[in-house]
C-alpha cells in the first residue's frame, strides 16, 4: 500500500538556520506529493505541492522536489524564522479524488 | 470565503459514552472527508463523501463509528461508545470537483476529542 516516512524530530534549530525535513515514499504509480504544515491551535494548511515527477514546489521560502528516482521529498529552507515553528508533515494522493496519506509529523522549533 | 467549521472545538467524556462532531465544508465543495489524528501520529482518512455518497470507509471501524452526509452539505460524525484509544483530534476537510487547484483539500480546525 502506499505509505509516508517522515524525519523524526523534534527538530530545534536556531533563527536563520538552514532546514531539512526528509521525506520518502512508496506509492504504486505516480502520485502527487504534499507538504502540509499546522501552525500552534490552528488547522492543517496546505504549504506546497508537486504532482509530476522533477517538479519543484515551493511557498514562503519552503521548497521541495518531486524526485522518483529516489522517491523522495525533502522540504527546505535556506533561512528559518521563529514564526516557521510548527509541525510539518508530508503527505501523497494518488489521484486528485483520493485521500491524503500522512507521515507522522515533524515538530520544528525555531529558537531566537 | 468562509473556511472549513467544525464543532465543537473540545470534547472530554468517560469511555462507553456517546460523542457527535459537527462539520460545515466549504460553500460548493462536493467533497467531504474526516480524518483521525491521533497524538503522534498523521492524519489517516475515516471517511470520504461526495455530496451524499460514502466513496471510501475502509478503516471506519463501523462497530462503533458512523458518519452521515445529509443533503451533501455538512456532515456528522458520531462515536458510540467510546474507548479510550478514540481519544484523537478528528479533522473535516474539504475539496471541489472544479478541476486545477481546486482538488486542494481545505481543513477545519479539529475537534480534541478526549476520553477517560
Known amino acids: 500500500g502506499n505509505s509516508v516516512t517522515q524525519m523524526e524530530g523534534p527538530v530545534t534549530l536556531s533563527e536563520e538556520a538552514f532546514l531539512t525535513i526528509n521525506c520518502t515514499y512508496t506509492a504504486t504509480g505516480y502520485p502527487s506529493l504534499f507538504w502540509y504544515v499546522q501552525y500552534p491551535g490552528e488547522g492543517l494548511q496546505l504549504l506546497l505541492k508537486?504532482?509530476?515527477?522533477?517538479d519543484k514546489g515551493s511557498n514562503k521560502g519552503f521548497e521541495a522536489t518531486y524526485r522518483k528516482e529516489t522517491t523522495s521529498f525533502h522540504l527546505e529552507k535556506g533561512s528559518v524564522q521563529v514564526s516557521d515553528s510548527a509541525v510539518y508533515f508530508c503527505?501523497?494522493?494518488?489521484?486528485?479524488?483520493?485521500?491524503?496519506?500522512f507521515g507522522t509529523g515533524t515538530r520544528l522549533t525555531i529558537i531566537p | 470565503e468562509a473556511g472549513v467549521a467544525q464543532s465543537p472545538r473540545y470534547k472530554i467524556i468517560e469511555k462507553r459514552q456517546s460523542v457527535a462532531f459537527w462539520c460545515n465544508p466549504i460553500?460548493?465543495?462536493?467533497?467531504l472527508y474526516w480524518y483521525q489524528q491521533i497524538l503522534g501520529q498523521g492524519p489517516k482518512l475515516l471517511i470520504q463523501f461526495q455530496n451524499n455518497g460514502v466513496v471510501d470507509d475502509s478503516q471506519l471501524p463501523k462497530d462503533r463509528f458512523s458518519a452521515e452526509r445529509l443533503k451533501g452539505v455538512d456532515s456528522t460524525l458520531k462515536i458510540q461508545p467510546a474507548k479510550l484509544e478514540d481519544s484523537a483530534v478528528y479533522l473535516c476537510?474539504?475539496?471541489?470537483?472544479?478541476?486545477?487547484?481546486?482538488?486542494?483539500?481545505?481543513f477545519g480546525p479539529g475537534t480534541r476529542l478526549t476520553v477517560t
Open positions: 460553500s460548493g465543495h462536493a467533497t
Open positions: 508537486a504532482t509530476k515527477a522533477d
Open positions: 476537510a474539504s475539496s471541489s470537483l472544479g478541476g486545477g487547484s481546486s482538488y486542494e483539500q481545505y
Open positions: 503527505a501523497l494522493r494518488r489521484s486528485m479524488y483520493e485521500k491524503l496519506t
